[in-house]
């Protein structure tokens, strides 16, 4: 069988899957990026700083990058992908089926609408979900464009369950939803564990954290919607005194948060942006990982990424991931988003080991959603809306 791919860029989340299906044998990939094709920095709005991840995400599959012809090229907005030559390169590929992540950029739509007109099966793999607020004429554009541009897909790969209940919203029929979990490398992050324990173990140390200390940890992009301005105010006036709050990363609220955290020396640090080879000990610098967004966070694999490397999660219930990956008072918790009280009062109990599952333990659980475990869902969904198709 040959699959296609059609992608913005190469994501270090999805670049493993491309690979482990090559390695097959039985499917033939090629991966169509319609962005850029890596190995160069580029502008990270969050971080707010050119960022080039610092693993291979090119080696051990086929791919080809599609001119872009946008004037403002990127995917912050819906014209930064134009590709004329896109549904045409795909279609001289000649495949049997396309994977196809997002409609939001022209040049997605576009061939979303144009494969689906030649019925060549197409995948539609895509993460939303309805947590966040909804409402409004703007919402109710949305159901009417979405009904119409959802019946195209010859399927739909369901991350978990509040991106199949949004699909359902939008009058997707239950024959075209198949479950293909989010996934990362999960081996990448849980070994080899002794080291890398050990490396976090100094780490703390030159950072002035005593083993008596219990950190929280945030690592991600310094901005409104992932809250760690709220998330540093909560923490400041929790009553344990031996908590700490590591904040790793950068972004538009990066000023802000090294003001509080110089305010508070003995309760805050903070640490630059690290690069990818340095988050498997990033997750170890903390006790607890936590995120604490209130809109925007359509999964969270970092919370993924944390249990792999063995740290139970404490997370608000406007994170997608919370629905499948959580399992309160087991890996972690889920706190009410608009509950600083909340949080705290399930913070507590992680903080003093409460949770029942060890770190060994986490790091199996984290083993649910390896990425051995997307590409047999894939598979599966593919065989599947054939035999229902014919």
Not at 41 to 56: H, L, N, T
Request: contains cysteine; positive net charge; aromatic residues 12%.
């Amino acid at each position: 069988m040959r699959l296609a791919f059609i992608v913005s860029h190469p994501v270090q989340y999805y670049v493993p899957l491309y690979r482990l299906l090559t390695a097959r044998g039985d499917v033939t990939v090629r991966v169509f990026y319609t962005w850029h094709g890596g190995g160069r920095e580029v502008m990270d709005r969050g971080f707010q700083k050119p960022v080039a991840w610092d693993i291979p995400l090119t080696d051990g599959y086929e791919f080809e990058t599609v001119p872009n012809t946008a004037k403002d090229p990127g995917t912050h907005h819906f014209g930064g992908l134009r590709n004329p030559e896109l549904v045409a390169r795909v279609r001289a590929w000649k495949p049997d089926a396309v994977h196809l992540t997002g409609y939001a950029w022209a040049s997605h739509l576009r061939a979303l609408r144009a494969l689906a007109r030649s019925r060549v099966p197409v995948f539609f793999r895509g993460d939303s979900h309805l947590l966040d607020p909804q409402g409004g004429w703007k919402w109710l554009a949305k159901r009417i464009f979405l009904r119409r541009v959802f019946a195209w897909p010859a399927a739909f790969l369901c991350v978990g369950r509040n991106n199949r209940d949004y699909y359902r919203a939008f009058g997707v029929p239950e024959r075209k939803l198949f479950s293909c979990p989010h996934s990362i490398e999960t081996a990448r992050f849980a070994e080899p564990d002794a080291a890398l324990e050990a490396e976090a173990k100094a780490w703390r140390a030159s950072l002035g954290i005593g083993p008596e200390q219990r950190v929280l940890l945030f690592a991600g992009k310094f901005e409104p919607k992932k809250r760690p301005l709220d998330l540093m105010n909560a923490v400041r006036d929790f009553p344990d005194p031996r908590l700490v709050l590591v904040l790793v990363g950068d972004g538009e609220l990066g000023g802000e948060v090294r003001r509080l955290a110089a305010e508070r020396p003995e309760r805050f640090r903070v640490v630059p942006f690290q690069n990818q080879t340095r988050m498997p000990v990033v997750y170890r610098l903390g006790d607890v990982f936590t995120i604490p967004s209130a809109h925007g966070e359509t999964w969270g694999l970092a919370v993924n990424e944390a249990l792999a490397c063995g740290r139970p999660v404490l997370v608000s219930d406007r994170v997608g991931c919370a629905a499948d990956v959580m399992r309160p008072g087991e890996n972690g918790e889920v706190f009410r988003w608009n509950d600083w009280g909340d949080f705290a009062a399930k913070l507590r109990p992680g903080l003093a080991g409460g949770w029942a599952m060890d770190r060994a333990a986490l790091r199996r659980d984290a083993e649910r959603f390896a990425i051995a475990a997307t590409a047999e869902s894939l598979m599966q969904a593919i065989k599947q809306s054939s035999a229902n198709a014919q």
